[in-house]
């Protein structure tokens, strides 16, 4: 398995499992767009376009930082012709950026539903349909492209919605475009997938769960290692699936998952939402 060479267009690149992942195929020479917005230190939150653009040069591949805001469907149609002109294509897109807020109907602000369904479900599909004709393009010359979201199982269990109708949603409809997005472009040779983790990742966005305790979760590097399988597999034979972490890995013979314990020897972690 080998991503060298490969052009990547990842969002919310700047930290957490973007990053990861971007480093991931970076070790193996790919050329990693970093698609967010964050160009100052953020007073709360790690990391930038330009540090993130560091790590994935010191891992060994090529970055190119793009300021862009997701919601923006003109920002992202340039952004994704910048990246085809610099790197000579696009063969893989990662929809990894999201938004998150854990309330109920009455406690979540229209602005914060609104920022959900922007980033999420708004933000996959403007990213998928500028990065298309540069996919098909690689399908084309033979160059295996995916489009991989960071989003969960369609699981219509009634608990995963009375808590947070509204992130459900949001979450639900970058699955959506998976099963949609995989059958129309099954024909052009363009794989579609979802990646979840079954256990909770440290990420900054645990701050936004109540009482998770980081020790009880896994590193980042877990879904950027499941990633770099997906995105090698056959993209005109593995299209359409909504995979869970441990079971890609599972599948490949990789079942001692110590390595990517925050606190190391735990193997009691908290269960992500969406997996039974």
Not at 129 to 157: D, M, T, W
Request: net charge positive; hydrophobic share 45%.
């Amino acid at each position: 398995m080998s991503l060298k060479g490969k052009t990547l267009f990842i969002t919310g690149a700047s930290r957490g499992i973007g990053l990861a992942i971007a480093k991931r195929a970076a070790r193996d020479g790919a050329n990693v767009a970093i698609i967010a917005k964050t160009e100052q230190p953020h007073p709360k939150l790690p990391g930038t376009i330009y540090t993130a653009a560091e790590e994935i040069a010191q891992a060994g591949g090529q970055a190119l930082p793009v300021p862009v805001d997701i919601r923006d469907d003109a920002k992202v149609a340039e952004a994704a012709k910048r990246v085809a002109e610099h790197f000579g294509g696009i063969d893989i897109l990662v929809n990894n950026a999201s938004a998150i807020s854990l309330t109920g109907t009455a406690e979540t602000p229209m602005k914060r539903f609104d920022l959900m369904f922007g980033v999420n479900v708004r933000g996959t599909y403007v990213c998928s349909q500028a990065c298309l004709p540069y996919l098909k393009a690689a399908a084309q010359a033979g160059r295996n492209p995916h489009v991989l979201n960071l989003s969960p199982p369609l699981n219509l269990n009634p608990k995963w919605f009375k808590n947070h109708v509204a992130y459900t949603m949001a979450k639900y409809g970058m699955s959506m475009c998976v099963l949609g997005m995989a059958e129309e472009f099954r024909a052009d040779g363009i794989a579609v997938n979802a990646l979840w983790p079954r256990t909770v990742i440290n990420t900054a966005a645990i701050a936004m769960i109540p009482g998770v305790d980081p020790r009880m979760c896994r590193s980042p590097e877990i879904l950027a290692d499941t990633a770099y399988i997906v995105l090698n597999r056959d993209a005109r034979k593995h299209t359409g699936r909504l995979y869970i972490d441990e079971e890609v890995l599972a599948a490949e013979g990789v079942t001692d998952l110590g390595k990517y314990a925050v606190l190391k020897g735990n193997n009691k972690f908290l269960p992500d939402l969406f997996v039974d």
